[in-house]
């Protein structure tokens, strides 16, 4: 083989390589996607060691925070409608998660609340939690974990204000702890 031919043969798999980017490879929107997919896809590997599937975290931890909920209420805060909250609740209530009641006086009113069981899954999820965002944000320092968190809140409403929906109140007040130099309760999650 000639050298001009083994320098191509050589050059071939970099320039493939080359023309195998995604589209989106330079921009944020991509980069987003990406560490969103790969966030979401080890959060729901260890939530099948809970048996758990991704998406039941969440109403699990709204529950843990608020003690009881109305069905209304708990698809508001998850951002879903209420038959995608029913459903998950139907199917948390029948592992014992949660347990609904109707309200005394007005059979139409379901309140929701965690079981022991649930409270256990719970205290397991956010261990999880952290322990996936420690992979995720390793090599980075409190500041810069704080800058991202802010950045993230701002696109965040920035798009839900171009799709016509009210941001939720408490990213706001979470944004406005982090200007104003507040850490809160939030710096569990920015130890090193």
Known sequence: MAAGEQALAVD???RAAKRLRPPGAKSVGWALMQAARLHR???GDRLAELDLFAGQEQVVQALAAAGTMTMGDLA??????PPTASKTITRLAAMGVVERRTEAGDGRIVRVRLTEAG????AAIEGLWDEIEAEMLEGFDNKERRRLRKLLRRATRNLAEAAGLEAHESDAEAEDDLEGGLDGGDSSRDMD
Do not use: F, N
């Open 76 to 81: 508001a805060t998850l951002r879903v409608r």
């Open 12 to 14: 071939a798999p970099r």
């Open 41 to 43: 896809g080890r959060i």
């Open 119 to 122: 409270l256990a899954k719970a």
